[in-house]
């Protein structure tokens, strides 16, 4: 039996998953107000490349390889399974590209708290409620998808009554909804 090409996404979504819970384990304790606003700073003056060439990395391995994985699977959807697999493997993209879409917010809460270190407590609530919100909206359903994307899995208990297309519109507006309330939410911090 081959490796199914969505095996490469599903391990590369599954490490971007414990690199943020890794991250929010490892920010939570600046919270303390203890921490002073330089200590904040230095920390993320430190830590901020190293993480973000570890998530940009899982992330466009992740893209990369869920869209190939799709495009292979949808030329083989003849093959019972594989159309299927095509269509969450490209759901699991979506939700990757999503995570992407939070990188504008993330680097300015990081710019402010490198520039203005009198304002890192303030903006360590910010990062960690945006690190939170960002993985749960994009990170987790990214990983879920390309998890029911490997060909040859029992679907039927995901699928229930409703279509998978309608199914995806479902879960896509759910989280719309939510990155929309939670960026409004982190926009008026």
């Known amino acids: 039996m081959a490796i199914p090409k969505t095996l490469l996404p599903l391990l590369s979504s599954s490490l971007n998953v ?19 606003g330089l200590a904040i700073a230095a920390w993320f003056k430190d830590f901020f490349r190293p993480g973000f060439v570890i998530v ?21 959807g003849t093959i019972q399974g ?17 995570h992407f879409a939070f990188g504008n917010t993330v680097l300015s809460i990081m710019d402010r708290i490198t520039s203005e270190p009198e304002l890192a407590q303030s903006q360590m609530t910010k ?16 990983w ?10 029992d679907r039927s208990r995901v699928t ?9 519109k479902m879960l896509m507006l759910t989280c719309y909804d939510s990155n929309i309330t939670c960026y409004a939410t982190m926009v008026a911090f």
């Open 18 to 36: 414990g690199v943020a819970l890794g991250g929010y384990a490892t920010t939570v304790p600046f919270l303390n107000p203890d921490f002073s």
């Open 56 to 76: 940009t990395t899982l992330g466009a391995t992740s893209l990369g390889s869920g869209l190939w994985a799709a495009w292979t699977s949808s030329r083989r």
């Open 127 to 142: 990062w960690i409620w945006l690190h939170i919100t960002r993985t749960l909206v994009a990170d987790i359903p990214a």
């Open 82 to 98: 594989h159309a299927a697999s095509s269509c969450w493997t490209l759901a699991g993209v979506v939700f990757t590209i999503l």
């Open 160 to 168: 229930s009554d409703l279509s998978f297309e309608a199914e995806l």
């Open 144 to 153: 879920i998808f390309f998890l029911i994307g490997i060909p040859g899995l």
